[in-house]
């Protein structure tokens, strides 16, 4: 029989009347350790056993207090079975990892803590799943790919998973299939893009960043602005009129505003020339208005469509 990083802990037996009852034993792992049963057999092996909900693991607390020899069934506080981490974790692979590293704790803790780290990390899970879900079924399904053999998990992580275009469709594919939502998509693909692939950096508030770099462009034009005599400030009238408008627009606190996220990304782009960049557009559009907030939206859903289709079209693949 195969070893295991952990064999098996505790003891499982049958009473008299039929029941099963569960014992816990002592292990640990690099100083996290605690009283549990595990069964790495019914894990690792579970052909081998007949009852598709056998339990794989209990943790030092599905034990009531005081008592951890002989527990039945309906006694323990918290049991899992093999499917329990798989549906956590949505991977086979990442399920066994986790079932091995598992000591004392509920898997659901240990799981928080992954996530987290992956999170901060290059996002390795998604990059799993990426690897099992997308790739491996792709490539065993690619014609051209006959004979050849597919590159192994962690070469998937360093090369592939690191290529901006691939990991966009690897992240869409996995939307698809509901791995992911939208709004996870799009909080990695900003932060990878914005941290060389590293996952180290931040995601950007677009809404936030156009109103920082938008009221420092207009203080610098109002203070600018204030150094002209006085006819040439009455010859930019226009101009200063745009401005506050615009201003106002770009920088209003609200939880509900007229231009959406993408709108905010694309002129994010504009550094702390979005006003200006606005303002020579609304120039040449004929259809520009400043009557109202919906008309400055719509002014600026056209600007952004004309100079950021890059951008609007890298964003609807994700959507």
Not at 224 to 241: L, T, V
């Amino acid at each position: 029989m195969a070893r295991y990083k952990d064999e098996n802990r505790g003891r499982k037996e049958k009473s008299k009347d039929g029941q099963y009852l569960y014992s816990s034993e002592y292990c640990a792992n690099g100083g996290s350790d605690g009283f549990i049963y595990k069964n790495s057999v019914a894990f690792h092996e579970p052909w081998r056993y007949k009852d598709k909900n056998e339990i794989v693991y209990i943790p030092e607390y599905g034990f009531p207090d005081g008592k951890s020899e002989r527990v039945p069934t309906d006694e323990l506080q918290a049991h899992f079975t093999r499917q329990d981490l798989i549906n956590l974790t949505n991977s086979e692979s990442l399920a066994a990892e986790l079932f091995d590293e598992l000591t004392w704790q509920h898997p659901d803790t240990l799981w928080n803590e992954w996530c987290n780290d992956s999170d901060e990390n290059g996002y390795w899970i998604e990059a799993r799943w990426a690897y099992e879900k997308v790739y491996l079924p792709e490539f065993a399904d690619g014609v051209d790919r006959e004979g050849q053999e597919p590159v192994c998990g962690d070469e998937f992580y360093r090369v592939e998973w690191q290529d901006e275009e691939y990991r966009n469709y690897c992240l869409k594919r996995l939307m698809e299939i509901g791995c992911i939502s939208k709004d996870d998509a799009q909080s990695i693909k900003s932060a990878l893009t914005e941290g060389g692939g590293n996952g180290m950096t931040e995601e950007i508030d677009y809404r936030a960043a156009v109103a920082e770099n938008v009221t420092q462009e207009y203080n610098d034009f109002y203070a600018a602005e204030m150094q002209k005599p006085k006819e040439e400030i009455f010859n930019d009238a226009y101009q200063i009129h745009f401005y506050n408008e615009l201003k106002e627009f770009l920088t209003a606190d609200s939880e509900t505003h007229y231009l959406d996220a993408d709108g905010f990304r694309c002129l994010y782009e504009n550094g702390k020339s979005v006003l200006a960049c606005l303002y020579d557009y609304y120039l040449k559009d004929e259809y520009a208005s400043t009557v109202n907030w919906e008309e400055i939206n719509d002014f600026i859903k056209r600007y952004n469509k004309k100079y950021h289709s890059d951008i609007l079209e890298e964003e609807s693949e994700l959507g």
